[in-house]
C-alpha cells in the first residue's frame, strides 16, 4: 500500500463478531476516528490533516456483545458494504488447541470479496485465525500471536508462519496484513496512517496517542502545541519574524528591537501574550524545528543542531534532552523507526 491522493476518505472497516477484543475494536476506531481532528486542534493548523471513514461491520446490523459483555451496535451489516479501502480482524478470544474452520463462515466469504475488489485485509493477533481460514494467506507469509504458532502448524501448514515479525505486509500491492500480539495494533494503525497520508502524518499520531515504548516518558512524544491565543499585535508581528527566523544569532535581543519597547516591557507583555517567557519560546520552536529534521531527513546531528540555531552542539544536545527526555540520536531512532519504508 503506498501513500496516495485520496478523492474521498479511505473507508476502515473494523469487523465485529461476539470473539472479538472490545479494546481493540473501540481503541481502533477511536483512533481512525478522531486523530486527524484532534491533532489539527492540538497543534492550531487549519484542517484535519487525515480524514477516514470508519465504519463497524458485523454479519448482522442487530447489537450484540462481544468479550467482557462489551456492547457492540454495528454501522453496517456484511452485506451493505461491498468495499472498504481496509478490513481490519481484531484479536479473537478463541481456543487454540480447537479447529475453528466452520467459523464466521460469512465473515471469511466477505473478506476475500472484499480483497478481490481491491481492498486491504488485516488482522491482529488471534485474527489471523479467521483471515487464514478464508485462504488468503494460504502460501503467503503471516505473523500471529505466539500462543497461535501450533494452531497454525496444525490446522494451516500452507501459511508460511514467520511468528518472530509484529507487523508483516505481504501479496500483491502488500494488500494483506497480518500482525502479532494484541498490542500490535497500534503498529497497524500507524501502518495504515501513513499508507493513506504519508509517514509525517503517521509519526504525528505515534505522538499524540503516545504509541510504542513509553518507558522513556512522555516529553519524547510531545510536541509544540499552538501558541495561546492573544491579541497583543506586537507580539504576534514578532512571533510571525522568529517562526522565519528562529535560527538567527541572538533571537531574544532581535525580537526586543523589532518590538520597538523596552526589553522588560517587552519580556512581560510576551509571557501575558503566549505563556512562555521570550527565551523558552525561542528554545521550544529551535528544537521543535530540530524534530522535524531528525524524523525527515538523515543529515548530522551537528548540522541539525547549526540549522536550528546552536553553533555549540554540546549546547544543543543537552538542550534537546531537556525538553524531549532523549538525546537527538535516541529522538531519531525511535521516530525514523515508525516510519514505514
Same mark, same amino acid.
Given at each position: 500500500?503506498?501513500?496516495?491522493?485520496?478523492?474521498?476518505?479511505?473507508?476502515?472497516?473494523?469487523?465485529?463478531?461476539?470473539?472479538?477484543?472490545?479494546?481493540?475494536?473501540?481503541?481502533?476506531?477511536?483512533?481512525?476516528?478522531?486523530?486527524?481532528?484532534?491533532?489539527?486542534?492540538?497543534?492550531?493548523?487549519?484542517?484535519?490533516? +487525515?480524514?477516514?471513514?470508519?465504519?463497524? =461491520?458485523?454479519?448482522? &446490523?442487530?447489537?450484540? @456483545? !462481544?468479550? #467482557?459483555?462489551?456492547?457492540?451496535?454495528?454501522?453496517?451489516?456484511?452485506?451493505?458494504?461491498?468495499?472498504?479501502?481496509?478490513?481490519?480482524?481484531?484479536?479473537?478470544?478463541?481456543?487454540?488447541?480447537?479447529?475453528?474452520?466452520?467459523?464466521?463462515?460469512?465473515?471469511?466469504?466477505?473478506?476475500?470479496?472484499?480483497?478481490?475488489?481491491?481492498?486491504?485485509?488485516?488482522?491482529?493477533?488471534?485474527?489471523?485465525?479467521?483471515?487464514?481460514?478464508?485462504?488468503?494467506?494460504?502460501?503467503?507469509?503471516?505473523?500471529?500471536?505466539?500462543?497461535?504458532?501450533?494452531?497454525?502448524?496444525?490446522?494451516?501448514?500452507?501459511?508460511?508462519?514467520? +511468528?518472530?515479525?509484529?507487523?508483516?505486509? =505481504?501479496?500483491?500491492? &502488500?494488500?494483506?496484513? @497480518? !500482525?502479532? #500480539?494484541?498490542?500490535?495494533?497500534?503498529?497497524?494503525?500507524?501502518?495504515?496512517?501513513?499508507?493513506?497520508?504519508?509517514?509525517?502524518?503517521?509519526?504525528?499520531?505515534?505522538?499524540?496517542?503516545?504509541?510504542?515504548?513509553?518507558?522513556?516518558?512522555?516529553?519524547?512524544?510531545?510536541?509544540?502545541?499552538?501558541?495561546?491565543?492573544?491579541?497583543?499585535?506586537?507580539?504576534?508581528?514578532?512571533?510571525?519574524?522568529?517562526?522565519?527566523?528562529?535560527?538567527?544569532?541572538?533571537?531574544?535581543?532581535?525580537?526586543?528591537?523589532?518590538?520597538?519597547?523596552?526589553?522588560?516591557?517587552?519580556?512581560?507583555?510576551?509571557?501575558?501574550?503566549?505563556?512562555?517567557?521570550?527565551?523558552?519560546?525561542?528554545?521550544?520552536?529551535?528544537?521543535?524545528?530540530?524534530?522535524?529534521?531528525?524524523?525527515?531527513?538523515?543529515?548530522?546531528?551537528?548540522?541539525?543542531?547549526?540549522?536550528?540555531?546552536?553553533?555549540?552542539?554540546?549546547?544543543?544536545?543537552?538542550?534537546?534532552?531537556?525538553?524531549?527526555?532523549?538525546?537527538?540520536?535516541?529522538?531519531?531512532?525511535?521516530?525514523?523507526?515508525?516510519?514505514?519504508?
Amino acid at each position: 500500500m503506498q501513500s496516495q491522493k485520496l478523492r474521498k476518505p479511505p473507508i476502515i472497516a473494523i469487523v465485529a463478531v461476539p470473539e472479538s477484543s472490545g479494546a481493540v475494536l473501540y481503541g481502533m476506531f477511536e483512533v481512525f476516528s478522531v486523530f486527524g481532528a484532534a491533532w489539527a486542534e492540538i497543534m492550531g493548523e487549519p484542517h484535519n490533516s +487525515a480524514v477516514f471513514d470508519v465504519r463497524i =461491520v458485523a454479519p448482522s &446490523r442487530d447489537p450484540f @456483545t !462481544c468479550v #467482557g459483555g462489551v456492547p457492540v451496535t454495528p454501522h453496517a451489516s456484511l452485506q451493505e458494504l461491498d468495499y472498504a479501502d481496509a478490513v481490519i480482524i481484531t484479536d479473537l478470544a478463541i481456543n487454540p488447541e480447537v479447529c475453528h474452520d466452520n467459523s464466521w463462515l460469512e465473515v471469511k466469504s466477505w473478506l476475500t470479496q472484499i480483497h478481490r475488489a481491491g481492498g486491504t485485509v488485516c488482522s491482529v493477533c488471534s485474527g489471523s485465525v479467521l483471515l487464514a481460514g478464508s485462504g488468503l494467506l494460504d502460501n503467503q507469509p503471516a505473523t500471529t500471536h505466539w500462543a497461535f504458532v501450533s494452531h497454525f502448524q496444525r490446522f494451516y501448514p500452507q501459511v508460511k508462519l514467520e +511468528a518472530g515479525r509484529v507487523l508483516l505486509p =505481504v501479496g500483491e500491492d &502488500r494488500r494483506i496484513v @497480518t !500482525c502479532g #500480539g494484541m498490542a500490535a495494533w497500534e503498529d497497524l494503525a500507524l501502518y495504515l496512517i501513513a499508507g493513506y497520508y504519508g509517514e509525517g502524518t503517521a509519526v504525528n499520531a505515534a505522538k499524540l496517542f503516545l504509541f510504542g515504548d513509553r518507558s522513556e516518558g512522555q516529553l519524547l512524544f510531545a510536541a509544540m502545541t499552538k501558541p495561546k491565543r492573544h491579541e497583543d499585535a506586537v507580539i504576534s508581528d514578532v512571533q510571525l519574524w522568529l517562526a522565519e527566523h528562529y535560527d538567527t544569532l541572538n533571537p531574544v535581543t532581535k525580537m526586543v528591537q523589532r518590538s520597538g519597547l523596552a526589553e522588560r516591557s517587552f519580556k512581560r507583555r510576551f509571557k501575558i501574550a503566549t505563556g512562555y517567557k521570550p527565551i523558552d519560546y525561542v528554545q521550544t520552536l529551535r528544537v521543535e524545528e530540530a524534530k522535524h529534521m531528525l524524523e525527515a531527513t538523515s543529515e548530522a546531528i551537528d548540522q541539525v543542531a547549526r540549522k536550528t540555531g546552536y553553533e555549540d552542539p554540546t549546547s544543543f544536545r543537552r538542550l534537546f534532552k531537556r525538553l524531549t527526555g532523549v538525546t537527538p540520536g535516541r529522538y531519531r531512532q525511535r521516530f525514523q523507526s515508525r516510519r514505514v519504508r
